[in-house]
């Protein structure tokens, strides 16, 4: 009565169908066949309660078969489960939130399993493997997405993390995956425990420095050729002391 502001006497003019509050499509006679027909014993599902006022909030029923009087008869167990509901959406509600900061950091984010399976993997990761959905990252190595020897050498990392615990921060690695992508990355590996402290997976991370490796390069390119000239080169600051001078200019001055 509190929860629906019925009475009982207007209760007992109700039938379930006015009281239930089924998803589109759905039939409460559908949920009660199995019974009638001695399918099943019993019969779970959720739904919602009308109120008397037109609000509703959501129940679990249990349906039983029982024998009453010689004949058969069927009992519903009804609970509120608005508390839980609201947990699940408040849970569900952070999940989300905490996706979309995952899937949205330019970091490649991920998680594997100690057999090295990918159990998830944010946007950027999926990028880094070549591919295009989550649904063709889970469940898969670095054996099925990368060459053998770039495999092995991560498949190596992930075992310090597995077997020993080790901590593995700001490796650079160079990745290159079956579609000939490269990248140069800063990896982080971490063990992931469950709530006994056994490893049971790792979690990985992986930051993108390619721009800064492609600069590294070009100044190493540049700074080679300044020191090869066949000519010499000095460079001064503002005030015109010599900050560098290259071999050549050593060579041909006399000075060291």
């Known amino acids: 009565e509190t929860n629906i502001g019925y009475s009982l006497a207007e209760l007992s003019s109700l039938t379930p169908v006015e009281l239930y509050l089924l998803k589109d499509g759905e039939v409460f006679e559908e949920k009660i066949k199995p019974l ?3 399918e099943l014993n019993v ?12 609000t509703s909030y ?18 519903a167990f ?16 952070s999940n989300m939130i905490l996706r979309i ?11 594997k399993d100690d057999k090295g399976r990918k159990l998830f993997a944010n946007k950027a990761d999926i990028e880094n493997c070549g591919l295009s959905k989550e649904e063709e990252i889970i469940g898969k190595t670095d054996f099925d997405m990368f060459p053998k020897d770039i495999a092995e050498k991560f498949w190596a990392d992930d075992l310090r993390v597995l077997e020993n615990g080790e901590i593995i921060i700001n490796r650079e690695e160079k990745l290159i995956n079956l579609y000939g992508d490269s990248k140069w990355l800063l990896t982080s590996k971490i063990p992931f425990r469950d709530s006994k402290g056994n490893i049971i997976g790792l979690v990985g ?5 390619t721009r ?5 390069e070009e100044m190493s390119k540049l700074s080679k050729t300044i020191t090869q000239s066949p000519v010499s080169i000095i460079i001064t600051n503002t005030l015109g002391k010599i900050e560098y001078v290259n071999p050549k200019f050593t060579e041909v001055t006399g000075y060291a």
């Open 212 to 216: 800064r490796k492609i600069a590294e």
């Open 101 to 111: 900061i995952i899937d949205y950091i330019p970091d490649a984010i991920y998680m």
């Open 58 to 75: 959501p129940i679990e029923v249990y349906l039983q078969v029982f024998s009453y009087e010689g004949k058969n008869a069927i009992t």
């Open 78 to 93: 009804i609970r509120d489960i608005s508390q839980r509901k609201k947990a699940e959406e408040e849970l569900h509600n």
């Open 43 to 54: 019969v779970a599902f959720e739904t919602y309660h009308k109120r008397k006022d037109g």
């Open 36 to 38: 009638i027909n001695g």
């Open 205 to 209: 991370l992986g930051h993108d420095i």
